[in-house]
């Protein structure tokens, strides 16, 4: 197994796409892809990796704008917890909140969703745990890639931060977050993995369990 990760920022918000792989059976996943398709299409292809599933973190529009090109450009499946389905489905709204163009094509139905717990292999190199941890939203997945060492943790942990969970003045996603739900979700499903996992947060830098434990003001 050699593992490929490769975490960069995407339009329309700084979303963090992330591809996760493994050069040895060339097979990967698509975390978040926000939008830029062409880019990460490009990335896949320059690695030479088949891209098997698409992994939503949670159904904000900055982490789902560029599935439908995605999944049409790779076959791949679109994958999203049940609890965040409305507001994948309210894209619409959720771009005339934050003044963001629509998708080109509306957004095709999720083709798989997973639960707490459940465990997924992609192929040889790829295996993922979905520990959903709502808060941020009521779907919010962190996918665990254990023999990656990285948790993508969507919006949910962030260095020193945690996810939103206010949103005044934006409608469609009113009434949507938890701010104690949030907090349990990070203690008690996060902060049990190993001190060292690698958290790829929604934006921004990444961090690791042991430093978010250890100093997020947050948590404590």
Same mark, same amino acid.
């Given at each position: 197994? /050699?593992?490929?990760?490769?975490?960069? /920022?995407?339009?329309?918000?700084?979303?963090?796409?992330?591809?996760?792989?493994?050069?040895?059976?060339?097979?990967?996943?698509?975390?978040?892809?926000?939008?830029?398709?062409?880019?990460?299409?490009?990335?896949? @292809?320059?690695?030479?990796?088949?891209?098997? *599933?698409?992994?939503?973190?949670?159904?904000?529009?900055?982490?789902?704008?560029?599935?439908?090109?995605?999944?049409?450009?790779?076959?791949?499946?679109?994958?999203?917890? @049940?609890?965040?389905?409305?507001?994948?489905?309210?894209?619409?709204?959720?771009?005339?909140?934050?003044?963001?163009?629509?998708?080109?094509?509306?957004?095709?139905?999720?083709?798989?969703?997973? /639960?707490?717990?459940?465990?997924?292999?992609?192929?040889?190199?790829? *295996?993922?745990?979905?520990?959903?941890?709502?808060?941020?939203?009521?779907?919010?997945?962190?996918?665990?890639?254990?023999?990656?060492?990285?948790?993508? /943790?969507?919006?949910?942990?962030?260095?020193?931060?945690?996810?939103?969970?206010?949103?005044?003045?934006?409608?469609?996603?009113?009434?949507?977050?938890?701010?104690? @739900?949030?907090?349990?979700?990070? *203690?008690?499903?996060?902060?049990?993995?190993?001190?060292?996992?690698?958290?790829?947060?929604?934006?921004?830098?990444?961090?690791?369990?042991?430093?978010?434990?250890?100093?997020?003001?947050?948590?404590?």
């Amino acid at each position: 197994m /050699a593992p490929i990760i490769d975490i960069f /920022a995407v339009p329309p918000l700084g979303c963090n796409c992330t591809i996760v792989g493994d050069s040895d059976s060339k097979r990967a996943v698509v975390v978040d892809p926000g939008g830029n398709v062409q880019v990460i299409l490009k990335k896949l @292809q320059d690695k030479g990796l088949t891209c098997d *599933k698409i992994l939503v973190t949670h159904g904000h529009l900055d982490h789902i704008l560029g599935a439908e090109e995605i999944k049409e450009a790779t076959g791949a499946p679109i994958v999203m917890h @049940q609890d965040d389905l409305s507001l994948y489905q309210n894209v619409s709204g959720q771009c005339a909140d934050f003044g963001v163009p629509l998708p080109k094509k509306p957004l095709p139905d999720p083709d798989v969703f997973v /639960a707490d717990n459940d465990v997924h292999e992609v192929a040889e190199g790829v *295996k993922f745990k979905a520990l959903h941890c709502p808060g941020h939203t009521p779907g919010s997945i962190s996918y665990y890639f254990e023999d990656h060492n990285i948790v993508c /943790a969507g919006d949910t942990l962030f260095e020193s931060s945690i996810g939103r969970t206010s949103w005044d003045g934006l409608p469609s996603l009113q009434g949507t977050s938890d701010s104690q @739900q949030i907090i349990a979700s990070i *203690k008690h499903k996060l902060y049990t993995l190993p001190n060292d996992v690698e958290v790829v947060c929604g934006h921004g830098g990444t961090t690791d369990i042991g430093t978010e434990k250890r100093g997020n003001p947050f948590t404590r």
